[in-house]
């Protein structure tokens, strides 16, 4: 570990719709890192992975024989490699032991699975936050926030069970597409309404079943003047954030107290809105988080540098 | 009322993206129909709602005289006449009593009004549905599905509260323009797979706090296999339906028996549903009851026949 200047490997967290790559000493140290909206969709649309990740690559001065670890959605079955899911309760290091090799290059490129919970009543998946799990290295419940909210219940280093809202995905249909696109208006927001997005997280959490109605009020109360209309996309927001932590109560009931592992805004609001929901909140930073389990999953697939 | 054969109006029912016009008799005989795609929006785009109407009036060989009776979204507005709502509780007489004249018109044309409930904590709207309400003639708890299902308690023949629920919009943002498409399919025929749609109607019903779980779940049963894909369609329907119910229960608790209020495929769909959700379901067809409530509507305002 003396040498933190020399890189010891790269790391990509490679989602959807998203790309970031680092250039990592052994202890850690960031010696580069690149961003880019070459997600999985436009990686297979630009004529292949390799090449979006080599040229990052190149552009860092990264060594031709540098091996690279990979989490994400680039070892879904539409992706680069499939890699099959891990199946929870998975612990931490069984998940690394996973990692499958990107066979014909000249490079060491190793993918890390997902988590699969098979279990028929509450199916789910997940294809990179498991990688941020192993960063947090933590134990307890972990709410990652996003277009498809995670909730993991860790115990003993292991990945327990976990629970998929389709929260944001829903909000953006509703806000861009739906009748409420008329009363959310452009401006999402909701912490600028603060009072009016707590009220909405309670009282949705408090009775989740009034769900689609709540939905419904937001356009009746803009028709009758009863609602003020800048405050319809914080409500809209708390209301379905309001349902998520309702559902991640009854699902994963061990805990009060969360983890909440997110970047930027989403961090902030959910910040407010797990506190409104009843919970203790710790916080802790997504992007360092997948960035610390890259280079542990490294360290064991790699070896740890000398 | 002896003469059953001679118009005593015309009716229509005016919705966002439909039109349905009937020339009727005083005793309600229908003398003629026409149905299109001429709803609201095309109406304003083709360049007005007058012309429409009487293009298909000329068609029916309606005399130039006869008055015409209109409810749903022409009264909205962006509609043709803009007809402020009744508030509820409202009785259904005096709905009739606020039907708006049409200015300018050689011929007599009143919109009816909506009703508006004009609660801050549930605040809410209909446009089309207190017709059909009408129609009914009846007191109890009627469930009117559709793009935004209506459930309406009615006492002493007045509209006392109700809830709308975004059900129908938001099934079908999520199975055609969200992740779960993948998932569902085009086949969106729930009653051929009735065992899983009565099955996600009970489960969300019954634990509605885990409905942005349960559509992920969708997703991710799809992924590992566990739930069979042609079946996925059936239980997205169930699991927003028993959402519905399970909050229209909490908002009009006081009955378990229902007047469904519903044509075509939702009405087979939601008569299922109710019975998984626990309720006594009595069914009445919504074309007729909307054109009962207009008729007895044009009674009040043009006069009985002789």
């Not at 000249?106 to 509450?122: F, K, S, T, Y």
């Not at 408090?206 to 009020?217: C, D, G, H, I, T």
């Not at 797990?274 to 280079?295: H, I, K, N, Q, S």
Request: glycine share 12%.
């Amino acid at each position: 570990m003396s040498n933190g200047g020399a890189p010891f490997c790269a790391a990509a967290d490679w989602g959807t719709s998203s790309f970031r790559l680092w250039l990592l000493a052994g202890d850690g140290t960031v010696l580069g890192e690149k961003r880019s909206r070459e997600g999985m969709q436009s990686a297979v649309a630009a004529g292949g992975f390799s090449a979006v990740l080599e040229t990052h690559l190149a552009s860092l001065g990264a060594p031709v024989d540098l091996p690279v670890i990979v989490c994400g959605m680039a070892g879904a079955r539409q992706g680069w490699v499939e890699v099959p899911y891990a199946d929870a309760p998975a612990a931490l290091a069984e998940i690394a032991g996973k990692a499958t090799p990107v066979p014909g290059l000249a490079r060491d490129v190793r993918i890390l699975p997902g988590v699969a919970q098979r279990d028929a009543a509450r199916p789910d998946v997940m294809r990179g936050e498991e990688t941020q799990v192993m960063g947090l290295g933590r134990d307890g419940l972990i709410c990652l926030p996003g277009t498809h909210s995670k909730w993991v219940s860790v115990a003993d280093g292991r990945i327990e069970a976990f629970s998929t809202f389709m929260t944001g995905e829903i909000f953006a249909l509703l806000a861009g597409q739906s009748i409420l696109r008329h009363t959310v208006g452009e401006n999402h927001d909701a912490l600028a309404h603060r009072d009016a997005f707590t009220e909405a997280v309670e009282a949705s959490a408090r009775q989740p079943e009034a769900l689609l109605n709540r939905l419904f009020s937001l356009r009746a109360g803009g028709l009758l003047g009863t609602a003020a209309s800048e405050e319809a996309a914080a409500r809209l927001s708390g209301y379905l954030i309001g349902s998520e932590i309702a559902g991640a109560r009854a699902a994963l009931p061990e805990s009060r107290s969360v983890i909440l592992a997110a970047s930027g805004p989403l961090a902030d609001l959910y910040a407010v809105a797990l506190a409104a929901g009843g919970f203790t909140v710790e916080t802790a930073d997504a992007d360092t988080a997948v960035r610390e389990g890259l280079l542990a999953a490294a360290h064991q697939c790699f070896g740890m540098p000398t």
